[in-house]
Antibody
């Protein structure tokens, strides 16, 4: 059974940092491109970032470029999202998803507020 | 960026009736090398992550009931639920994965009339 489990969310002040993790099991993680997608409360889905299987190719949404960094550790079957300079508008549930968006985690809530 | 526009924003359909959701892309998402439209449909219920229903515009994901179907005509895409069931109440999103940034439609809320 495929499982993607996000962690690391929480309450952070504007300008602060958080690191999200997504632990994968049941898939050949090192072969999969992976994505982060977020959803603000009551709003729609927004793609955040994508990383290829070995981390050599990365893309970001313009809204997070220069502030967020996606990375992965294939030995640990884990995807990461380092989020710096957080803003109120980054408040959302953050999901990790596999390359075809067939598998999603349950999400982790990030709240940016003073 | 490719803009995905769904219509309507909300829809109420009687049980057993057909539900149709439209999605229009601002530019082609058809890859000429493989003749595939890079377009997916998702269903999201409250408190849950999205669920992939359709990919390549018309290929049903494994396990998805056959009352769900997708079609394409140029830059216009349609998700059809042939006979609405109570468990189909959800928000539906289209998504293009032809190019980054990957973009989603704004969502269509489907309810029972």
């Amino acid at each position: 059974e495929v499982q993607l489990v996000e962690s690391g969310g929480g309450l952070v002040q504007p300008g602060g940092s958080l690191r999200l993790s997504c632990a994968a099991s049941g898939i050949s993680f090192r072969s999969y491109w992976m994505h982060w997608v977020r959803q603000a409360p009551g709003k729609g889905l927004v793609w955040v970032s994508r990383i290829n299987s070995d981390g050599s190719s990365i893309s970001y949404a313009d809204s997070v470029k220069g502030r967020f960094t996606i990375s992965r550790d294939n030995a640990k079957n884990t995807l990461y999202l380092q989020m710096n300079s957080l803003r109120a508008e980054d408040t959302a549930v953050y999901y990790c998803a596999d390359m075809g968006f067939a598998y999603w985690g349950q999400g982790t809530l990030v709240t940016v507020s003073s | 960026d490719i803009v995905m526009t769904q219509s309507p924003d909300s829809l109420a359909v009687s049980l057993g009736e057909r539900a149709t959701i439209s999605c229009k892309s601002s530019q082609s998402v058809l890859y000429s090398s493989n003749n595939k439209n890079y377009l997916s449909w998702y269903q999201q219920k409250p408190g849950q992550p999205p669920k992939l229903l359709i990919y390549w515009a018309s290929t049903r994901e494994s396990g998805v009931p056959d009352r769900f179907s997708g079609s394409a005509s140029g830059t216009d895409f349609t998700l059809t639920i042939s006979s609405l069931q109570p468990e189909d109440v959800a928000v539906y999103y289209c998504q293009q994965y032809y190019s980054t940034p990957i973009t989603f439609g704004q969502g269509t809320r489907l309810e029972i009339k």
